[in-house]
T-cell receptor
Framework: KQEVTQIPAALSVPEGENLVLNCSFT??????LQWFRQDPGKGLTSLLL?????REQTSGRLNASLDKSSGRSTLYIAASQPGDSATYLC???????????FGAGTQVVVTP | AAGVIQSPRHLIKEKRETATLKCYPI?????VYWYQQGPGQDPQFLIS???????DKGSIPDRFSAQQFSDYHSELNMSSLELGDSALYFC??????????????FGPGTRLTVL
């Protein structure tokens, strides 16, 4: 049974620092992995999607890496801003038509 | 670009009442998923449909049922509501693109409050 873990559960950094968020999964047989952002009480905003055959994806200040064999993904956010404060969730998918299994998320606070 | 539409956005019900949540997937998407997110929790998969047939089932209570219609929209019916059903309910849709990539796109969610 797939288990997705995100460490740390919460993170507070001063503005300008780089953020490193970790996601681990127990079953390496995944189809893809998605990183989401969620503001309190709001919906899920997809940030990056990494296919199992890829090693990393980049979008602006965001970079996500994937090491499928070790069951790990890392989301890097460069030069953090107060607007980056949110909960970040990773989710894995075993097959192309399958469900997403989410981690519990990392709550990020960026202080001015 | 068209996104996933959910209605209503907010719903308040009393215990033991019934609720119906609707989801309109992105045009040409053939798969719909329902997730439930309780307060302070991560989204949990409930059920999915592919081409109007149930394709997978998660931790969905027997009091809940869902279907996908011929126009691909989906409805989640919830009966005998309990306080613990209060949550955000997300619908997502996807299709397998010619590139071989399939991504789930989420709707804004329906916030259900059971009093």
């Amino acid at each position: 049974k797939q288990e997705v873990t995100q460490i740390p559960a919460a993170l507070s950094v001063p503005e300008g620092e780089n953020l490193v968020l970790n996601c681990s999964f127990t079953d390496s047989a995944i189809y893809n992995l998605q990183w989401f952002r969620q503001d309190p009480g709001k919906g899920l905003t997809s940030l990056l999607l990494i296919q199992s055959s890829q090693r990393e994806q980049t979008s602006g200040r965001l970079n996500a890496s994937l090491d499928k064999s070790s069951g790990r993904s890392t989301l890097y956010i460069a030069a953090s801003q107060p607007g980056d404060s949110a909960t970040y969730l990773c989710a894995v998918r075993r097959i192309s038509w399958g469900k997403l299994q989410f981690g519990a998320g990392t709550q990020v606070v960026v202080t001015p | 670009a068209a996104g996933v539409i959910q209605s209503p956005r907010h719903l308040i019900k009393e215990k033991r009442e019934t609720a119906t949540l609707k989801c309109y997937p992105i045009p040409r998407h053939d798969t719909v998923y329902w997730y439930q997110q309780g307060p302070g929790q991560d989204p949990q998969f409930l059920i999915s449909f592919y081409e109007k047939m149930q394709s997978d089932k998660g931790s969905i209570p027997d009091r809940f049922s869902a279907q996908q219609f011929s126009d691909y929209h989906s409805e989640l019916n919830m009966s005998s509501l309990e306080l613990g059903d209060s949550a955000l309910y997300f619908c997502a849709s996807s299709s397998l693109e010619p590139s071989g990539i399939s991504e789930q796109f989420f709707g804004p969610g329906t916030r259900l409050t059971v009093l």
